[in-house]
């Protein structure tokens, strides 16, 4: 793959659901409201779109294919994903047939013949990563992709695939109160030449200022939606450390500054309404120096999730 890689990239998970979950279908962004969030964020410049055949069970892959054909945008870049179901009993996983299957009603869906970042949206133990690199492989032969990688891995799956196949690109979770990549994943990816994108960078609207100690969370938001990635998060030190954020400045922005401080590391933002484009953006703009990353390092010790 080309190494410019954009710093930032826009989310499309919340496009007609909430990520792949089937209990959140349709409760996501709307058509309109979609293609409003995808007009503005290519108006800020950001061209490199992400979603995955499951969110919103297809619609978000749907919406940014009407985008497409009534926008019809010049340098637009696609990532699409696939491996969770695309409703309730349906299939799942990384099998060469499904993939196979898979990439073919993403490309229908989007409008388009080729994406140009296709990822396993998770790891998948029945299948091996030289499986998997094989029909990656094969998919890019015949220009359907045109580069491949992984989501949501852990150091030893992504060594296992380095050593499969052409892995380019690893996308995880990754942000102040989610620091595992840091252990391996992240160096891994500098040592080999992936880019590496993080997911959930707020950590559920956590690092937003949204969620305060001793008050209940704001109704439809994560924690009153989908709770349980994020109950590890309810104790002292975390609310020390956020309150010690919010007496720094934008809570939401320095939250970006802290991950695009590092130049191995895209973001993909993930907004509800176009003016959740704008902290990112301005912590783009207002690069921390190295020493104020550190200290806000220093302030968020890693939270174990049990």
């Given amino acids: 793959m080309e190494r410019a890689y954009p710093r930032v990239i826009l989310g499309c998970g919340n496009f007609g659901g909430i990520g792949s979950a089937p209990a959140f279908f349709e409760k996501g962004e709307t058509l309109e409201q979609a293609l409003e969030l995808m007009d503005a964020a290519w108006e ?17 892959e749907t919406y940014v294919g009407e985008w497409i054909r009534t926008r019809r945008p010049d340098g637009l870049r696609i990532t699409t994903k ?15 047939d499904r993939v196979r299957r898979q990439i073919d009603t993403s490309l229908q869906r989007l409008g388009v013949e080729r994406v140009d970042l296709y990822l396993a949206h ?28 992984l989501s949501n891995v852990d150091g030893a799956q992504l060594r296992e695939a380095l050593a499969a196949g052409a892995f380019a690109a690893v ?16 160096p891994l990816c500098a040592e080999h030449g992936l880019w590496l994108q993080v997911h959930s960078p707020l950590m ?24 349980a990635p994020y109950e590890h998060l309810r104790t002292d030190a975390v609310f020390d ?31 509800r309404r176009p003016a959740h484009l704008e ?3 301005a912590a783009l703009a207002n690069p921390l120096t190295p020493e104020e990353r550190d200290a806000l390092s220093d302030e968020f010790q890693p939270v174990p999730e049990s």
């Fill in 44 to 60: 800020k410049g950001i061209t490199w779109f992400d979603t995955a055949d499951a969110y919103g069970g297809g619609r978000s």
């Fill in 82 to 96: 696939t491996f969770n179901p695309m409703d309730e009993g349906r299939d799942r996983g990384l099998a060469p």
């Fill in 122 to 149: 998770a790891w998948d133990d029945d299948v091996s990563a030289a499986e998997l690199a094989g029909v990656f492989e094969e998919l890019a032969a015949a220009g359907k992709i045109g580069a491949y990688g």
């Fill in 171 to 186: 996308q995880d979770s990754y942000s102040l109160l989610d620091r595992e990549v840091e252990q391996e994943v992240l």
């Fill in 204 to 227: 559920g609207g956590w690092l937003t200022g949204k969620y305060r100690r001793d008050t209940e969370p704001p109704e439809g938001s994560r924690m009153t939606l989908r709770s």
């Fill in 241 to 271: 450390a956020l309150e010690a954020l919010e007496r720094r400045g934008d809570p939401t922005t320095l939250a970006f500054a802290w991950l695009l401080a590092d130049e191995r590391v895209s973001v993909v933002v993930g907004p």
């Fill in 279 to 281: 902290p990112a953006l």
